[in-house]
Structure formats: structure tokens, C-alpha cells
Nanobody
Framework: VQLQASGGGLVQAGGSLRLSCGVP?????????VGWFRQAPGREREFVAA????????YYADSVKGRFTISRDDAKNTVYLRMNSLKPEDTAVYYC??????????????????WGQGTQVTVSS
């Protein structure tokens, strides 16, 4: 599955961005889903949010709960990450990934098989 992430950019603290992840081809099947991860310079890649293919479940890192929202559009085969109230510590390269994780596996990068190229998000203070 080839993923394409887009929507990053430079924004001031408190601002908003919406990231998009196109998932063409085999998508929205019964098990697994799409996750967003991020990696800041000098830091390990960390989980941000995920949604099951069915859309019935979503998962969020504690650091983004209440500020970020993940959603999906079946007709466009696209998963979105709406990011509000952005903080300088949200600055990172954001990656979307697809795979077949179950339950708590959604938080683990190694459970995803396909990754997009990443999109830079920079939040200025």
C-alpha cells in the first residue's frame, strides 16, 4: 500500500493544521487501520493517533488528546489528522502508516507495514 502524506507547514503556536494521508488501492478493509506518528530531531518516532479501517475506534497519545482529531473519508480513501491548539513541542516530521494492528498494537510503529514519506510540521512560539 502506497501512502501519501501532505498538509504540513509552518504555523504559530495556537494555530491549526490538517494533515492528509491518501491510501489508494487496498484500503478500508476489516482489520487494522491507519496511524500517524511523528519524529522530532534527536528523538525517537512516537505515536500520535490512529483509526481503524472501519472507523469504529480511534486512539490518541495523551499529549494530543483534546487537540488532535483523526478521521477518515471513504469516498476519497483519505485519513485526516486535524491539529488544533498547536504547540512548539508538536514540531516534527509527521508520518502516516497503514497496517493490521489490533487494539493496543495501534500504538506501536512496528505493527504497521506501509509508511508515507513524511510531512514537516513546524510550530513557532
Amino acid at each position: 500500500v502506497q501512502l501519501q502524506a501532505s498538509g504540513g507547514g509552518l504555523v504559530q503556536a495556537g494555530g491549526s493544521l490538517r494533515l492528509s494521508c491518501g491510501v489508494p488501492g487496498v484500503a478500508f478493509i476489516s482489520r487494522g487501520g491507519v496511524g500517524w506518528f511523528r519524529q522530532a530531531p534527536g528523538r525517537e518516532r512516537e505515536f500520535v493517533a490512529a483509526i481503524t479501517w472501519s472507523g469504529s475506534s480511534t486512539y490518541y497519545a495523551d499529549s494530543v488528546k483534546g487537540r488532535f482529531t483523526i478521521s477518515r473519508d471513504d469516498a476519497k480513501n483519505t485519513v485526516y489528522l486535524r491539529m488544533n491548539s498547536l504547540k512548539p513541542e508538536d514540531t516534527a516530521v509527521y508520518y502516516c502508516a497503514a497496517g493490521r494492528p489490533i487494539g493496543s498494537e495501534f500504538y506501536t510503529a512496528g505493527k504497521y507495514d506501509s509508511w508515507g514519506q513524511g510531512t514537516q510540521v513546524t510550530v513557532s512560539s
